[in-house]
Structures are given as structure tokens and as C-alpha cells.
Nanobody
Framework: QVTLVESGGGLVQAGGSLKLSCAASGRLSMRVFGWFRQALGKEREYVALLAWSDGRSYYRESVKGRFTISRDSAKNAVYLEMNSLKPEDTAVYYC???????????????WGQGTQVTVSS
């Protein structure tokens, strides 16, 4: 079982940047990590995925070129760097892990507590 703890959310103006961190514990080598978000009244959606073993990544279309997912093997951490933030990026962001590559939340076993990101216009 992997345990995940997010940090780094906050309030930022449109065009600004934030970097989210996800501290992970457990066996990570064969896991896929995802950053998801859930805006008020909306379904949870994937933002970016990363394969721990080789660093392969994938992004939803609306964040391509603005967000970067990465990992630090020495710190057992996954990051989401968010640039050029827009009001529509406002949501609670979650880190999660899964045994396979998947875009849907149901495939993910462990979830962090979430961190609020608010982008003001």
C-alpha cells in the first residue's frame, strides 16, 4: 500500500505559477502516479500521469505546455509544476497511484488528502 501526502496548493493570480508536491511511501517502482483535480460541482479528472519506472508522462490537452509532472527518486516524491495558470484550473488537486497506466480515477488505489489550488482572474 502506497501512502501519499500532497502539499503546495494556494491562491495565485491568473498567469502565475505553483508547484505541487506529493510525498510517497511504499513500493513505488512499478506504479503509475497521477495528478487529478476536482472542481466544485464537477467530476474528478486526470491532469497528468507519470510512470515511476521510466518517467514516461502524459497530459490532458488543456494543460499541455503549461504543466509538468516529474519525480525525484531520491526523495520518493512526485511533483506537478503549473505555469500560466488560468481561473479554470481552480480545483482541489489530488495525487494518486495505480498498478497500471489509466486515465480514470477508479483505477487508482491510494489517494492523498488533496490540496486546494485557486486561480483568481
Amino acid at each position: 500500500q502506497v501512502t501519499l501526502v500532497e502539499s503546495g496548493g494556494g491562491l495565485v493570480q491568473a498567469g502565475g505559477s505553483l508547484k505541487l508536491s506529493c510525498a510517497a511511501s511504499g513500493r513505488l517502482s512499478m506504479r503509475v502516479f497521477g495528478w487529478f483535480r476536482q472542481a466544485l460541482g464537477k467530476e474528478r479528472e486526470y491532469v497528468a500521469l507519470l510512470a515511476w519506472s521510466d518517467g514516461r508522462s502524459y497530459y490532458r490537452e488543456s494543460v499541455k505546455g503549461r504543466f509538468t509532472i516529474s519525480r525525484d527518486s531520491a526523495k520518493n516524491a512526485v511533483y506537478l509544476e503549473m505555469n500560466s495558470l488560468k481561473p479554470e484550473d481552480t480545483a482541489v488537486y489530488y495525487c494518486a497511484d495505480a498498478p497500471r497506466w489509466d486515465l480514470y480515477p477508479n483505477a487508482y488505489d491510494s489517494w492523498g488528502q488533496g490540496t486546494q489550488v485557486t486561480v483568481s482572474s
